[in-house]
């Protein structure tokens, strides 16, 4: 089966996805401002004077890395959890839909995903780190590293696996009901996967470049799911960006604070945007240039 049609295995009237997009957002949000209500009263009942909450901006200051981590994944976790819940007990449909159509999710094709994309992010940084000399600064500190290593590793890809989930599957399968053209499906996903990016502090390095840059990646996973008629390929890939991202080779002004190996100290949005064009159109043709399309 076509992977758009997928969610015809399942209950599609129209008021399961108003309860469905409803409870997504009541456990998806709800896991954020309960993880973060708690940090809030920890940092104010603590007797530590280097943790503070700016009341003006109600940002925290002082808070371990580590903690501002585990709080994320666990918004992340919040999302994952709410597409599973309302896939299996709202739309009534087997959560192996949103990933195959195939009898058993290929494992396989997780780590080939990963790994391709992970070597593309590893020579994109080379290169930017070749032309840009001194934008790349050994960060490493093993203590640091070492503790956060593991929780990456567990936690970063039940982040993505959830981005994915909704984004181009759980979303993408309910526009592949109404919307016969893959164009347009995978543009209107994309679109959403741009504007819920906007509000990462990276963007404010570049306004314009940066959110056509999340609309990229999100364009890029969206037409290798379809073309691939299955979500693995995507799940790996995904993970490898941001795994990449928080161990190797983070931002100064990134979202999700981690003891990388090294610290780039500019987000060079120019840079990032051209990168990530040809490593999409290396890993697309990759996988898919011997492979007629469907």
Do not use: C
């Amino acid at each position: 089966m076509d992977f758009l049609n997928l969610a015809r295995a399942g209950k599609n009237e129209w008021w399961r996805y108003v309860l469905a997009l409803l409870a997504i957002i009541f456990i998806w949000l709800g896991a954020s401002i309960a993880v973060f209500i708690a940090l809030i009263a920890s940092v104010m009942l603590d007797d530590d004077l280097t943790t503070r909450l700016n009341p003006e901006t109600g940002t925290l200051a002082g808070v371990d890395s580590l903690v501002m981590f585990l709080v994320i994944m666990a918004s992340a976790a919040g999302l994952t959890a709410s597409v599973l819940f309302v896939t299996r007990f709202i739309h009534q449909r087997p959560i192996r839909s949103l990933i195959t159509p195939n009898p058993r999710i290929d494992w396989k094709r997780v780590a080939v995903g990963f790994v391709f994309f992970f070597l593309l992010a590893a020579l994109a940084s080379v290169v930017e780190a070749v032309i840009f000399p001194g934008r790349y600064q050994l960060a490493f500190k093993p203590d640091a590293f070492f503790k956060f290593l593991p929780l990456v590793l567990i936690l970063i890809p039940i982040q993505t696996t959830g981005e994915e989930l909704f984004f181009r599957a759980y979303f993408l399968q309910a526009l592949g009901l109404r919307i016969r053209n893959r164009w347009i499906a995978a543009t209107i996903s994309s679109l959403i996967f741009m504007a819920l990016h906007l509000a990462n502090p990276e963007v404010s390095a570049d306004p314009i470049l940066l959110p056509v840059y999340y609309f990229t990646v999100g364009m890029l996973f969206s037409l290798v799911t379809v073309r691939d008629n299955r979500l693995e390929l995507a799940l790996g890939a995904h993970a490898a960006v941001n795994i990449f991202t928080a161990l190797i080779a983070n931002y100064s002004v990134s979202a999700l604070t981690t003891p990388s190996l090294f610290l780039v100290t500019t987000l060079d949005a120019r840079f990032s945007m051209a990168s990530f064009l040809v490593m999409a159109i290396v890993f697309y043709a990759g996988l898919f240039a011997r492979r007629r399309a469907p």
